[in-house]
């Protein structure tokens, strides 16, 4: 649900005569780049950095904000538009940046006019997300500094200064934050926009500095590592990479919220905190070793700073000998990992592991429900995608069958059929949903076609980024800003792509599905299948429930056999209760299944799924 | 604020040096955790909560995982207020208060308290898939569990029923809210109310204060 904000309460948060406003650390990156005079604001969707562009769309009309079908594609309307000398902004979740990673890359060899700020959110502990990696990497491999915040008046600065580096080097600049900056919310104080000192305008004659063939290239690259130099001494030099003495014993090399946690539980300690985390400030470092007789190195999951810190000829007397190098960090861990033995873990009153686990579902009524269990029901091995459906995994359907990367599931099937030959047919597909068809799906289905295969590929069309909180897309028909535009028509796309066999299906009816799906797996040929009139459950502007007959369906306790078989589904709105018994036409049971009335939206799975009509409709 | 049996931390650079007298009275930071399952309002709670300790002068933080919690799964709020709060996170086994939308997820974080800590429960189960399949089942006497280690410290109420009969379920989480407020006796009423109508739109003010009020008689 989006919190409504009165604009006039939000204002009258005085703190200490300065305005300050309690902000996540989202909105505080979202008013840092208003705040940097940012004209131009791209992104696509992913946890947890989606708030940042709604924030921007919602909050600053100064900046235009668009939601871009993928990140690479956001990395590159931002850097037309840096080069254009606006300032621009573009953000994303980490694997984001693997997406975006070839257009970054080479910004680095081109540079920028106006400021380039790439916003990198990680995912410790891969709250949601597909894979933990550690950005940090990321800016040494592509050779561009990178600030990570701690909190939110850390996001509004760093953005800040990050708009400021990036002209001043001529560089992109990353800013890295992770879950529980971008999530976490803490006092900022407001200050007003500034223009960016930049003029507007593109020069043709500064082609050789943006156009990256051999010879230009060989020119930049030498650019790069003597930018790379400057920036190190400027390093020496940024306020944000704070050293506190307060310990002589033991220091401790730290950045964003592992220093918060450590701080938290060593207050005794000294600290040498980075505020920019790349390139590292090497006459601080040294400093800071003359001043602590034992240096610890604290950060989350890689040993970045500690294998650099190490290069330069330091020790460390710990860091990942003792700090876990995955999953995240919190108050505990770091106590643990450091104290080792000594630490007294709090009594245990209950044994968690003995606690009913709480995984996310699919919602009750949600249009990916029936589909899976189509699915299912036809044995296929099914190429999965990323987004809600991806929860299609989990039992009791367990009918997605691989998840890799955004848009891996058509190429996937596509090997895999080729690999199997005819073995293949009937048994494979791929599901993929629609936001995700759009950010990376629309190049292998062409691939399919292209190179002859006979793969099928289901677009669950559920008219919006459901996953990461309902963003528009492409296919929706609105921009970020909710003004109507042009909805892709995925039937004429794949026509155009040259798909022959393209089908279109109502997941909800079960067996029309069943029938659709297994023709077109069965098909020597590329197919395709849109779900449609499938819209996301909770898309109230799409009306989800209108099409559906009834508004709740209910369980005839007496024609109830206690089967089982609307469990199958794993909607939340059913439930089973043990109670020994008989249905009317004499049939034992061992209980019978109940329908919560408040979740059930009246979708009629489960009453299709019901052999024995027990399953009836109700009302609310 | 005055709070006594408090565990100190001790974050201020510069206090380390002070006597530990003077540290006690600035650096104290207060501990709330909320948890619950996806879509019983908790965000709103935690808002409600960090909206009324930020107008009061306090520093704070409040750390929450979004994502897939939309999707029914558990969801928690890490909340903090004191003079100057470092960790986003609060440390296990030092929470100060509980308040949990659901029994299971209150027992979820029974490790998480103090052994002075005051709990608040909100009386609802939510089955998890694993339940409602009949593959694992609900723990029964959660109440019973809580009264064993923190007696007179538990409180149980159920918001659902009072919010219903103010006329809308959907405001159990303000109900609960308003119970809650009475473990902070040095917040007045109106600064809880000032906070709820901040936060919401004009044509909620009127169910959500009432609730609000319904739920701080309750205690
Ligand atoms: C490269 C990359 N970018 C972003 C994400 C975050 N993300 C996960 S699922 C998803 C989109 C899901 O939308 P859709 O395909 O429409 O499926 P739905 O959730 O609506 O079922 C996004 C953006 C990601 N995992 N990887």
Redesign the pocket.
Known sequence: MKIFYSKKYRAESHYGGNMKEMMQGNSAIARGAWEAGVKIATA????PS?EILQEIASNYPEIYAEWSP??KVAVEVASGAAIAGARAMAS??H??L??ASDPFMTLAYTGIKGGLVILVADDPNAY???NEQDSRNWARFGKAPMLEPADAQECKDFIKIAFEISERFDTPVLVRTETRVAHTDSPVVLEERKESPTPLGLDRKDAPKYTMVPINVRVRRKIVEERMKKLEAYADTFKYNTMEINSREIGVITSGVSYLYTKEVFPQYSYLKLGMVWPLPKKTIANFYKKVKKVIVVEELDPFLETEIKALGYKAFHGKDLIPNMYELSPEIVEKSLKGKAYKPPKVRVKQDDLPKRPPNMCAGCS?RPLFYALKKLGAFVFG??????LGTAPPLQAVHTTI??GASIGGAHGAMKALGSDGLGKVCAV??????L??GVGPLMDVVYNKGNSTTII???R?????GH?D?PGTGFTVRMEPTHAIDYEELGKALGVKSIRKIYPYNIQQTMEVVKEEMEKDEPSLIICENSP?IMLRRAKPMEKFAHPVYTINKEKCRGCKMCLEIGCPAISWEEEEGMSVDGHKRKGTVFINKDMCVGCEVCAQICKFEAIIPGTK | MKKTKKTIKKPVKKAIKKPVKKVQEDGKTVNIFLSGVGGQGTILASNILAEVFFKAGYDIKKSEVHGMAQRGGDVTTHFRFGKKVYSPLIKYGDVDFLLSFEFLEALRYINWIKPTGKILINKQEIYPPAVNLGMAQYPGGVEEIFKKFFKENVYVINGQEIARNLGNVQAANVVLIGAFSNFFPEVKEEQWIEAIKGLLAPKLHDLNVRAFTEGRKAL
């Open positions: 696509y969707p992913g946890t989606s993928n990140e994303m979740k694997v984001g693997n997406v949601s997300s597909q990916h995608d990323i987004g809600c459906y991806t990367c955004m993929i949903g629609d936001s995700t068809f950010h990376g669950l069309d559920n919006i980024t459901g996953m990461t963003q897309h996301c």
